[in-house]
């Protein structure tokens, strides 16, 4: 992959986790002048700001398509009783810029409420930061303190938000303004977007929203909203302002047939935009099925789609839309340029480094700082620190003597587990001599981490079948790995929803749109699945696949298939067993080498709510194990049924020689055994002489 692509990778990964980690994103009905109002929260709880100086940081985005009135900031606060007014003060930053200081003042009442306008002249497009800075004194003499008192603090309330009103430019006809809207961030959280198929969906069909959904899901910012893929139904659609319909030509209603016009839809595939009953419609067809297959894989392609300033496309059977296959580095440079970080106290960079779901870091990798720093530090507490996922691996002391140019080196630990993307964060602890006593002022103290930086692992791929490791081995180095889904022969509301959800998840860990996805149905034949990982979705009456399993599943069947039984994990009584949904994922039981998720219940609403703990992250790390049984009361009992694997070497040999550091050790620790068997051997032969010349003199 070149570098291009990597940081666009990581960029996409510091949005959404910036987004997903500072609360939720807040949208509100128009309002009289058509007007709407989007409200970013702060934090998704209280936060505070604690010692002489803090700062506390939170992105918010502008999309192109926003038409911006005002920007406003609505502080909720409370602050220590011993504020001394006179000196603390809180200043805001926008996109790096102050715009806003104030005194806090003590009032009657704990919270108090501050709005600050924004201005407009500070704003971008896209991404935006705003920042808070506090500087809080509680003592008005020149005394000085080195350490931070716990008196001094202001607490923000978890109402604090940035609120944005702003209206939507009028769609210009183009596929590329659709495109960017249709995921955008206030059609996504307001349920406005919808990926539809005609009801009863041929394989095909699903097909190709699978891979139109996975291209919309991996730039989705929200974790905790999907995009949803359902049924072409009248009351599936009646909040939907934003549809993508992808259909065989001859399945789609006589009405979009009319508004499509006389296309060649044999021997080329369609986009087209249609305004339908007050909805922008984007129809995606064709009669052809290989070419409706690659329809959808053009939608999943953003950078095509972006380009498309027309209202239609054709899609030729040789177009090209696939999109460069994912590669990964295992030694990268942290930084392309350097970063400066700025202010007493502590202060850090994170940075993202994309990995496929189904590689993780083996032992002995290694994070390489290249830094220097101010010489007007606190040097007995001055430190660097470097964070794995927000867990330190090391620390150093940074010295006056090395602050023109300092180096350390971290090893990431072997009980450190680091599988799919991850985070690196190097964290600059720039303390000053009494520095509570010092205003603050443009020499403050710096550190600045040089592009030699480097982290350099390696990666193994992770085989085992297990909840923690998924969606693995269902997506392989970034693109879908010979997916087979085999779905009930009735397929009804909750069937879409099912689907839809596991494919929202999948999609985001998706990292193109090539890879192979394969949709039967329940009558599929053996041979089909013996290349594949199935995903099989459905109850035990309307999918042969999880019938003809029965005995190899972890939660069983009884006889007539309306109830679990019980099994060494767990008593299951059959009322209660006849509602609850189940994940289970084992070996295929075509071919050896391959997985199969199970996808159950006796009913539909069972598979569905099993099928909510794989739509999201948050979800997916509530799982454990191999096996996991939910019920409508969100009571969730997870299992590990697989016995745990010894070493799969059969040598520890390999491993050996994989682990330097175990090498280093075991060369260091057989060396010194020698030693000391040698010198055991020389005393012991020395002292049997000595026995001899003494016995040689009486």
Same mark, same amino acid.
């Given at each position: ?7 666009? =990778?990581a ?12 609360? #939720? ?5 128009p ?7 989007? &409200? ?19 992105t918010?985005?502008? #999309? ?16 220590? +009783? ?17 715009? /806003? ?26 991404d ?6 506090s ?6 003499d020149?005394?000085c303190?080195?350490?931070? =008192? ?12 940035i609120?944005?009103? /702003?209206?939507?430019? #009028?769609?210009? $006809? ?20 919808? =990926?539809?198929t ?6 095909e ?28 139904k ?29 296309k060649?839809?044999? $021997? ?9 009953? $007050? ?11 290989e ?5 959808? &894989?053009?939608?999943?392609n ?34 392309a340029?350097?970063d ?44 660097v ?6 867990? #330190? ?32 964060? *190097?964290g600059?602890?720039?303390?000053? *001599? ?22 350099d ?23 879908y ?14 069937? /879409? ?21 394969? *949709?039967?149905?329940?009558?599929? &034949?053996?041979?089909?699945? +013996? ?14 696949? =999880? ?32 509602? *609850? ?11 050896a080498?391959?997985?199969?998720l ?32 939910t ?7 997870a ?13 520890f040999l ?5 682990r ?7 060369v260091?620790?057989?060396t ?13 032969r ?13």
């Amino acid at each position: 992959m070149s570098l291009m692509n990597n940081k666009t =990778i990581a960029l996409l990964l510091l949005v959404l986790i910036v987004i997903a980690s500072f609360g #939720p994103i807040v949208s509100a009905a128009p309002e009289a002048d058509g007007s709407k109002q989007f &409200r970013y929260s702060f934090a998704n709880a209280d936060t505070s700001f604690s010692g002489t100086r803090s700062s506390k940081l939170r992105t918010f985005q502008l #999309p192109d398509y926003w038409n911006v009135q005002d920007v406003t900031l609505n502080m909720d606060y409370a602050v220590t +009783q011993l504020l001394k007014q006179w000196i603390t003060s809180v200043t805001v930053f926008v996109n790096d810029t102050p715009f /806003y200081s104030f005194r806090p003042e003590l009032k009657e009442g704990r919270i108090q409420h501050l709005s600050i306008a924004v201005p407009k002249e500070l704003l971008r497009k896209g991404d935006n930061k705003l920042e808070l800075q506090s500087y809080i004194r509680t003592l008005d003499d020149e005394l000085c303190s080195v350490d931070q =008192i716990p008196d001094q603090w202001l607490q923000l309330s978890a109402a604090t938000a940035i609120n944005v009103r /702003y209206t939507s430019q #009028p769609l210009d $006809g183009t596929i590329a303004d659709f495109y960017e809207r249709f995921s955008g961030l206030d059609s996504v959280f307001s349920g406005e977007s919808a =990926i539809v198929t005609p009801d009863q969906s041929e394989p095909e069909e699903l097909e190709a929203a699978v891979y139109a959904l996975s291209g919309f899901a991996r730039s989705n910012p929200f974790e905790d909203k999907q995009i949803p893929l359902v049924p072409y139904k009248e009351d599936r659609l009646k909040d939907k302002e934003l549809v993508v319909l992808i259909g065989l030509y001859d399945r789609l209603p006589d009405e979009i047939k009319t508004l499509l016009g006389d296309k060649d839809v044999s $021997g080329k595939a369609w986009l087209q935009l249609l305004d339908i009953g $007050g909805k922008t419609v984007l129809v995606a067809t064709s009669r052809n099925r290989e070419l409706l297959t690659k329809a959808g &894989r053009l939608i999943a392609n953003t950078e095509l789609m972006g380009q498309l300033q027309t209202g239609a496309k054709a899609v030729e059977p040789g177009a090209d839309v696939a999109m460069p296959k994912p590669a990964f580095r295992t030694h990268m440079a942290l930084t392309a340029t350097g970063d400066e970080l700025k202010g007493a106290g502590y202060t850090e960079k994170t940075y993202f480094v994309p990995l496929p779901v189904n590689r993780t870091v083996v032992n002995d990798g290694e994070i390489r700082l290249h830094f220097r720093y101010a010489q007007n530090l606190d040097f007995n507490r001055a430190l660097v620190t470097v964070y794995v996922n927000q867990t #330190p691996i090391g620390s150093k002391h940074l010295t006056r003597e090395l602050a023109d140019g300092d180096t350390a080196v971290f090893t990431i630990p072997s009980d450190l587990t680091v599988s799919g993307n991850f985070s690196v964060t *190097v964290g600059f602890d720039l303390r000053q *001599v009494e520095a509570a006593c010092l205003a603050p002022q443009s020499n403050s103290p710096w550190a600045y981490t040089t592009n030699e930086s480097m982290i350099d692992f390696r990666t193994k791929d992770r085989t085992e079948l297990l909840f923690g490791y998924y969606p693995s081995p269902f997506i392989r180095d970034g693109i879908y790995n010979r997916v087979g889904v085999v779905l009930p022969q009735k397929r009804d509301d909750y069937t /879409y929803e099912t689907f839809s959800n596991l494919f929202n998840l999948l999609g985001k860990n998706v990292g193109g749109n090539t890879g192979d996805v394969t *949709v039967y149905g329940d009558d599929v &034949r053996a041979d089909d699945l +013996q290349d594949r990982n199935i995903i099989a979705i459905g109850t035990y009456e309307d999918n042969a696949v =999880i019938r003809t399993s029965n005995d190899k599943l972890y939660f069983q069947y009884d006889g007539t298939g309306g109830s679990f039984l019980s099994n060494e994990k767990m008593s299951i009584d059959p009322e209660y067993g006849s509602r *609850v949904g189940t994940l289970q994922l084992l070996d295929s039981p075509y071919a050896a080498g391959n997985a199969m998720l199970v996808v159950t219940g006796a009913r539909s609403e069972s598979y569905y709510l099993a099928s909510k703990l794989l739509a999201n992250e948050k979800g997916k790390w509530s799982l454990y194990g191999d096996g996991v049984l939910t019920d409508k009361d969100g009571i969730l009992r997870a299992f590990r049924f697989k016995k745990e694997a010894g070493d799969r070497s059969g040598s520890f040999l390999p491993e050996l020689l994989v682990r330097r550091d175990v090498l280093r050790f075991s060369v260091a620790g057989g060396t010194t055994m020698i030693v000391v068997l040698v010198s055991l051997l020389l005393l012991t032969r020395k002292h049997r002489k000595k026995r001899k010349k003494r016995g040689g003199r009486r």
